[in-house]
């Protein structure tokens, strides 16, 4: 192995494929830096409990093998893609002399929840020692440098593969409501809002794309209008997408949001919870939901925006706002210019 000076450390969760989420990065850095990648092989299908024990398991190997080849290597910077799923050995900087960055993904009010696990209070440590903390949207810059005592916050934002999330010109479009993901969704309005079209006797159908312990945490109920979907391929997904009349994402809180996306992506639109982070991303180009309101409002915004012509110069602008804002080239050069700048 030749010697790197940057070094990317990451995985992929169960449910992501290889074109979504954020280990995505990775294919858009230059061979020059070192990318680690772990596989969870054979965990996607066990009950939850076991694959959680299993991924952790697969994860403090991993780490075993990184501490011990960066003491070899001595690389000049780790970045940790998913950190808050990281650290069983400990703080990393008590093992590691040389620059850490951390990308961060979860909203502020997760945070206090790790103080309830050794592997959590070893990342808050680490997070306070980073050299680099990068935030994926603003409105969370000041919680992280509040909780982790650390000023050096940065925002980069999450990316997206516009060259896979494309539309298909020759793709029927269907009176299929999309939803799509599993943390933090508001399963509950969701639920609410499928059984008010339901009541209405409209024709629309809801596709929920999500894990089956989801369904059973929320006992949401299969109804005539209701689809649910899990284990799907990205290429299952994008056809689903690519056939959804619009994409309901009513949310509980958000920093960055795959659904989201991708959902500009394909040029779909888009009814979202109205948060900072989404309004982040999506700006004046996405419609919103007050979360402050009930299913009723919900489901009205849903039917104005289904009612609404989906025209075809409206599906590329937002398609063309994704790729200049949020396409993975463009990330991939935000993090080389911050990893020179970590190690300068």
Sequence with gaps: MLKADVWV????????????????????????IRK?????????????PLRHRLRSLYLSCAEKRLLREAIRWR??????????NCFSYGCFQHHFSG???????QPSSVLPSFISSRQGLAF?????????????????????????QNKNVRVIPHGVDTGYFC??????????????????RDFRLWDEVALEFLRQKRSERFCLVTNPENIQRWDLQQRTNIDFRHHLSDQAIRRLYDHAGCLFLPLTDSVANNALLEGLAMGKRILVTDLPGTKF????????????????????????????E?????????????DQAFGWPKIAALYQEEYTSCIS
């Design 36 to 48: 680690i990648n772990i596989k969870f092989s054979g965990v996607r299908m066990l009950p939850r």
């Design 167 to 184: 539309c298909s010109s020759q793709a029927k479009k269907m009176p299929i409501v999309l939803t799509v993901g599993n943390w933090m």
């Design 75 to 84: 690389p000049r910077l780790i970045h940790f893609l998913y950190p808050e």
């Design 9 to 32: 450390f990451g995985f992929a969760f169960e449910h992501h494929g290889n074109f979504s989420a954020f280990h995505r990065l990775n294919n858009y850095l230059p061979d020059t």
């Design 124 to 148: 808050i440590e680490t997070a306070k020692r980073a050299d680099r903390l990068i935030a994926l949207a603003p409105n969370v810059v000041n919680g992280y440098r509040t909780f982790f």
């Design 310 to 322: 989906a025209k075809p110069e409206e599906g590329l602008a937002l398609r063309r706002y994704a």
């Design 281 to 308: 991303y999506g700006k004046s180009r996405v419609f919103y939901i007050n979360k402050d309101r009930g299913a009723r409002e919900a489901a009205a915004q849903l039917d104005q925006l289904l009612a609404k």
């Design 99 to 105: 620059r850490v960055l951390l990308t961060l993904h």
